[in-house]
């Protein structure tokens, strides 16, 4: 089967910097991806790694290890608009997105 | 200048009626999809259409149906509804190439709730 893994929470001190894990184990590989979701929204993308390595957009980035099905996004300097769920989503063999249940995060001033 | 929009935002109906949810996308986008959040926050895909191919994932009940107008547009409809069925429904779209396929653009979500 298909499995995506993230912790259901983690919690944060404003101005902190905080690294969202993702395992996965997928039938096939074609790119892993972030999205943010706020309470009672949709989900919006965030960022889409594909190759082994780091990407950086402003203060997030996102890290990605196909040999050991791995991921994590990386938030610095966190504001408090930042609370919010991350889901990590993989796109298989049939370019179908698997998603991840989420990772709610809590910022704490 | 709504990129992907959704009607109804809320839909407050009784067990067994049938229903529709309107979906409608202005960024030219080839593939449009259905998706399911439950309480528990898990995204399951229901559809996946372009103008080439229907993909329906098997666990969704034949209850569910989607309507595509033309291209911008992909309606869902739901016989005999149940309360299980109770979740929110999201629209979303993307261009049809690998590279961009999993970049999705979501609507607002529609909040069903079944009686």
């Known amino acids: 089967g298909q499995n995506i893994d993230q912790p259901t929470e983690m919690t944060a001190t404003e101005g902190a910097i905080v690294q969202i894990n993702c395992t996965y184990q997928?039938?096939?590989?074609?790119?892993l991806f972030w999205y943010q979701q706020h309470a009672g929204e949709a989900p919006t993308f965030l960022s889409y790694?594909?190759l082994d390595g780091l990407e950086e957009k402003g203060r997030f980035s996102s890290f990605l290890s196909r040999s050991k099905g791995y991921s994590y996004l990386l938030l610095k300097e966190l504001q408090m608009k930042d609370s919010a769920s991350y889901l990590c989503?993989?796109?298989?063999?049939?370019?179908?997105?698997?998603w991840g249940a989420g990772t709610k995060l809590i910022i704490k001033p | 200048d709504t990129a992907v929009s959704q009607t109804p935002k809320y839909l407050v109906t009784q067990m067994g009626n049938d229903k529709s949810i309107k979906c409608e996308q202005n960024l030219g986008h080839d593939t449009m999809y259905w998706y399911k959040q439950d309480s528990k926050k898990f995204l399951k895909i229901m559809f996946s259409?372009?103008?080439?191919?229907?993909?329906i994932n098997e666990t969704v009940p034949n209850r569910f149906s989607p309507k595509s107008p033309d291209k911008a547009h992909l309606n869902l409809h739901i016989n005999s509804l149940e309360l299980g069925d109770s979740a929110v429904y999201f629209c979303?779209?993307?261009?049809?190439?690998?590279?961009?396929?999993?970049?999705?653009?979501f609507g607002p979500g529609t909040r069903l709730l079944v009686l």
């Open positions: 989503a993989v796109l298989d063999s049939n370019y179908q997105l698997i």
């Open positions: 979303a779209s993307s261009q049809d190439s690998p590279d961009r396929i999993g970049t999705q653009y």
């Open positions: 790694n594909v």
């Open positions: 259409y372009n103008n080439k191919e229907l993909i």
């Open positions: 997928t039938s096939g590989f074609n790119g």
